[in-house]
């Protein structure tokens, strides 16, 4: 199995030492399993470049700027790299620099992509991420938007061909703070057949921060807006975002602007 690895990294020690925890998990996969790493550092400014240590299953293409996009932007210009290429790969995940894998996982997943012929897989995340079961729940759209995330979540080559980009309204550092991933996975679900939700801590990430997350409301809110009519569960979801925005705004957490997307 093929994989394409996608990630962004802003330059500076403390987060080049997490990208290599990463790229030392990907040395432990099975070797039925060959990964392509494309990896853009942002706000680069060494004279000398970095070098990645290639292994048999293990390739990396490095890309380097001088300045900092917001994530969404930050994807795009990596999926530009290789959007012709897609069709190289079975699949295609956007794994943070501050992610890793546990040694089976990705044997593991290749066991079950054969089974399964998965066009979406999602799972959960953990700074104590566990071995892979095979046990799978139920998938819903209300499990993908409250887990599917650019660490948790794996796309069939197909599928990224079809969605082609992220919506650059939206992402970490855009004009909409946030909501990226929840965007692409549900534009994702929406053209899929196959989908597969493990409820379980199968991916290694430093654990969320609960009080912070009304940092990303505006982002993640106006993604459920754009999406809201697509079905039922999309809707309800959709409320349930507007109440729990409501007790932010109380609260005062969020402005009243933060209930309105950002066009620019």
Known sequence: MKVLLLTTCIYNEENY??????????SLQHDNVVFEHGVLFQDFNLAIKLESDFSRNYTAKFFYIDHIMSLSKARNFLISKYLSLFT????????DDDCWYPSE?????????????????????????????????????????E?????TTIYASNTISKLKMFDERFGVGSTNN????????????LL???????????????DPIAEF???????????LKIHCFKS?????????????????????????????INKS
């Open 232 to 260: 039922l569960s999309l809707f309800l979801i959709t409320i349930r975002k507007f109440m729990v925005g409501l007790v932010f705004f109380i609260n005062k957490k969020i402005k009243i602007s933060d209930f309105f």
């Open 105 to 145: 996982f990705w044997g593991w997943f290749e066991k079950l992509a054969k089974r399964d012929n998965l066009d979406l897989f999602y799972t959960k995340f953990s700074s104590q991420p566990i071995q892979a079961s095979s046990i799978s729940e139920e998938h819903s759209t209300y499990k993908l938007v």
């Open 88 to 95: 190289n790969y079975d699949y295609v995940s956007f794994p």
């Open 17 to 26: 030492s997490d990208f290599l925890r990463l790229t030392n998990s990907l």
């Open 213 to 223: 997350r009304y940092r990303y409301f505006k982002g993640s809110f106006g993604v």
């Open 192 to 206: 899929s057949e196959k989908i597969v939700f493990i409820n379980a801590n199968l991916i290694g990430h430093r």
């Open 178 to 189: 946030g909501g990226e991933d929840t965007d692409f996975s549900v534009r994702a679900m």
């Open 147 to 151: 887990n599917a995330s650019s660490n």
